[in-house]
């Protein structure tokens, strides 16, 4: 029996390590009763299907003041007032009942001008091999209006981008020796439930505190982006990766 390569299953794979537990957004099966519950909590959250690529379908929703609520889905934003009517409009607009949703807490993701970006670590063994390897690393920078880098204005160095970034120098110490540690023990983790991949495609967040948080782990990431570095990632990962796998999250 296959396992789940949804974003709720991965979540409650890696939630079970105290040690990467502690990097993950808080997180729920979306209900009706969750959203409001992760809403109250948080005033931010983002709405994600349990199944998807390249940030589609992912949605943040805040609260307002005078139990106004605004919708941000790419860059496009809606304000309705009070839960029943913005639940009726998720319901029409955004969620399909043939798909599970995940609510989260939205990460406060440090910024490069007025634009989040977040990090894209890849992870991968050799065939016939059990030692992992990062492969590659970058920077997305969202579009201007975006809050989520499914739509990218810029790609970057990891370097470049946290030294362009608004982190003081006080919160960027060590921060690239963590997210290398971290991304190599969350795949080891999540190597023995998904024992035959080869690579993995960890989505970092760093927040503006400069505290490190694991977005989603893809397992057949898309790695067309490497190419815009020029610095030998993507021919190493593409080094690593079977033909016949095909690009997707």
């Not at 860059?75 to 029943?84: D, N, S, T, V």
């Not at 065939?127 to 499914?150: C, Q, R």
């Not at 023990?185 to 991949?197: E, G, I, Q, S």
Request: positive net charge; charged residues 30%.
């Amino acid at each position: 029996m296959s396992v789940s390569v949804g974003k709720w299953t991965k979540h409650k794979f890696m939630a079970r390590e105290e040690e990467l537990s502690r990097h993950l957004p808080d997180t729920k099966l979306l209900t009706e009763d969750s959203l409001w519950w992760m809403l109250d909590q948080y005033s931010h959250i983002m709405i994600k299907p349990c199944i998807g690529y390249q940030g589609r379908g992912v949605i943040q929703v805040s609260s307002l003041p005078e139990e106004k609520l605004e919708i941000h889905s790419g860059y496009k934003k809606i304000i309705l007032h009070g839960k029943r009517e913005t639940y009726d409009y998720l319901k029409e607009n955004h969620l399909s009942k043939k798909k599970r949703y995940i609510v989260q807490q939205r990460i406060p993701l440090a910024v490069i001008g007025k634009s989040p970006f977040d990090i894209r670590v890849m992870v991968q063994r050799k065939n016939d091999s059990s030692e992992w390897s990062i492969t590659g690393k970058l920077a997305k920078v969202a579009a201007n209006g975006f809050v989520i880098t499914n739509a990218v204005k810029a790609v970057l160095t990891v370097e470049e981008a946290i030294k362009e970034s608004t982190l003081n120098n006080n919160q960027i110490q060590g921060l690239l020796g963590k997210l290398d540690q971290l991304s190599l023990f969350t795949v080891k983790k999540l190597a023995n439930d998904y024992p035959k991949r080869r690579t993995f495609g960890i989505d970092i967040g760093i927040d503006q505190a400069g505290e490190i948080w694991i977005i989603e782990v893809n397992l057949a990431p898309n790695t067309s982006m490497f190419k815009k570095l020029a610095n030998g990632d993507y021919e190493r990962i593409k080094s690593y990766k079977k033909e016949k796998v095909q690009d997707q999250d």
